[in-house]
């Protein structure tokens, strides 16, 4: 049964380009959520697709926009590419729920010049 | 708005020491609470979670209960082992408008000597 895979693992950019990461969820699972995670810190909650919407955002400006498909995987887009961008993102997926624990992919490394 | 704050690490214990890692948190309804862990080279995985006020959520020897009256979510294990060591994350899962939204701790590293 594979769990969360994300693509790729790392990528390196130059500031003002744009990037788009993807997201396969586990098996069975309906809802996938994208985070940010700089070194040394925790997760920082960008957004929640559910059913092809974004459910919820967190605190991210609108260069961050992202896409769920039918079967369920989703990207993250990211435009203008900013130095402070440079961080670990982690897809989690889940069932519906706030209940639901999370199931995260190992994350795509993202390094801007 | 809602918030996680957890206490400083890097914690370091011998094996077979008590290990409290503390965890308050800030929210505006009723959230779900989460314990993940981080081993070196591996993923975030879920830890424990409780869904209501006195839950107690355990697995792997840790316990953390559901503490609304002091919004407290306290992590513990009675005898830590080397493979124990990893980064712990305190998390809270919370309705919004239309999903939920969740808020992680910083996180905090715990070493183990043998």
């Known amino acids: 049964d594979a769990g969360v895979t994300q693509s790729p693992t790392h990528l390196i950019k130059t500031r003002g380009q744009q990037v788009t990461l993807r997201c396969s969820p586990k098996s069975g699972h309906d809802t996938v959520s994208w985070y940010q995670q700089a070194l040394g810190q925790g997760p920082q909650f960008i957004f929640q697709y559910y059913e092809e919407e974004e459910r919820q955002r967190g605190n991210f400006p609108d260069r961050f926009s992202g896409h769920q498909f039918p079967n369920y995987s989703s990207e993250l887009n990211v435009n203008a590419l900013l130095l402070g961008d440079s961080a670990l993102y982690l897809c989690?997926?889940?069932?519906?729920?706030?209940?639901?624990?999370?199931?995260f992919g190992d994350g795509t490394r993202l390094s801007i010049l | 708005g809602n918030s996680v704050t957890q206490m400083e690490g890097p914690v370091t214990l011998s094996e077979e020491a008590f290990l409290t890692i503390n965890c308050t948190y800030t929210?505006?309804?009723?959230?779900?609470l989460f314990w993940y862990v981080q081993y070196p080279g591996e993923g975030l995985q879920l830890l424990l979670k409780?869904?209501?006020?006195?839950d107690k959520g355990s697995n792997k020897g840790f316990e953390a209960t559901y503490r609304k009256e002091t919004t407290s979510f306290h992590l513990e294990k009675g005898s830590v082992q080397v493979s124990d060591s990893a980064v712990y994350f305190c998390a809270l899962s919370d309705r919004g408008t239309g999903g939920f939204k969740t808020i992680f701790g910083a996180g905090t590293r715990l070493f183990v000597k043998a």
């Open positions: 989690a997926s889940s069932l519906k729920g706030g209940n639901q624990p999370q199931h």
């Open positions: 409780a869904t209501k006020a006195d």
């Open positions: 929210a505006t309804g009723y959230p779900s």
